[in-house]
C-alpha cells in the first residue's frame, strides 16, 4: 500500500493543522529509524521491453529529507550551521549571506546506518547480482562521498563472506549515468539509493515493470 503524504492543498482540504514531518508522523516510522529497507519487484514481463530480468531496488529508509529540519527565514541575514559535541567541541559553518527573506534546509545521516546499508546491500542481494550505488557526489562531496567511501569500504573488506566478495559486482556510479544505464541493461542487479532516491526510482521502476502494485517491500 502506498501512504500519500499532505501538501498545502491536503492541509486545507481536510483542515489540516500543518504538514506534519513526513519521517517522525509517517506509519512505518518504528522500522524507519535505523533499518534499511529494500524496495523490489516481482518477476514478471516488464513494459520496458529491455528488462527481462529483475532490477532490485535497496533504499536507504533513513535521514535525508525525510527526517530533515526545513524553515522559513524572514528576510536579510546569515544562516549558519553548528554542530555541538559532547565533549564540548564546536563545529560552525557559514552557510549563505541571504540579501533577503527564503527557506533553508538541514538533512543529516550516520555512519552506522549507512554501514549497516552497505552491508546489507553487498551480502543480501542473492542470485550473484551485481550492486550499484548511486549518488551526486560531484555535487555533495563530503554528504555523498560518506556514501560513497563507507559502500567502498565494504566492498573490499572481511565483513563481506569470500563466497560473495567473488560473486559480487560492486560499483559507484553517479545517479544521472545510473538512471541513463537502467534504461539501456536488461535488468539482474541491485540499485543501491540513499532515502529520497530509492523512494523514486522505487516507482519509476515499477512503473516500468507495468504497476506499483508489483511492488512489495521489506
Known amino acids: 500500500m502506498r501512504h500519500h503524504h499532505p501538501d498545502e492543498a491536503r492541509v486545507k482540504e481536510f483542515g489540516l493543522k500543518e504538514m506534519w514531518n513526513r519521517e517522525r508522523h509517517h506509519p512505518q516510522h518504528p522500522r524507519r529509524r535505523g533499518f534499511p529497507r529494500a524496495d523490489h519487484l516481482q518477476e514478471r514481463a516488464a513494459t520496458v521491453p529491455g528488462w527481462t530480468k529483475p532490477i532490485i531496488i535497496g533504499r536507504h529508509a533513513f535521514g535525508d529529507q525525510y527526517r530533515a529540519t526545513d524553515f522559513r527565514f524572514p528576510g536579510k541575514g546569515t544562516l549558519s550551521m553548528k554542530f555541538v559535541g559532547e565533549d ?36 543480501r542481494p542473492g542470485k550473484g547480482y551485481s550492486v550499484y550505488l548511486s ?27 569470500n563466497s560473495t566478495r567473488k560473486k559480487i559486482t560492486y560499483e559507484h556510479r553517479l545517479i544521472d549515468d545510473m538512471v541513463a544505464a537502467a534504461m539501456k541493461w536488461s535488468g539482474g542487479y541491485v540499485w543501491a539509493c ?18 506499483l502494485g508489483l511492488m512489495t517491500s521489506c
Do not use: C, W
Not at 559553518?93 to 534546509?105: D, I, M, Q, T
Not at 538541514?106 to 546499508?117: Q, R, V, W
Not at 555535487?139 to 560518506?146: A, P, S
Open 88 to 123: 564540548g567541541k564546536v563545529i560552525e559553518r557559514e552557510v549563505y549571506k541571504s540579501p533577503s527573506a527564503g527557506v533553508a534546509l538541514a538533512m543529516y545521516n550516520l555512519d552506522d546506518s549507512i554501514a549497516d546499508f552497505a552491508r546489507a546491500s553487498l551480502t
Open 135 to 161: 549518488t551526486k557526489n560531484t555535487i555533495l562531496k563530503t554528504y555523498d562521498g560518506r556514501f560513497k567511501d563507507i559502500f567502498q569500504r565494504f566492498s573490499t573488506t572481511s565483513s563481506r563472506p
Open 194 to 211: 540513499k532515502n529520497y532516491d530509492g523512494d523514486v526510482q522505487s516507482d519509476t521502476i515499477a512503473q516500468g515493470y507495468g504497476s
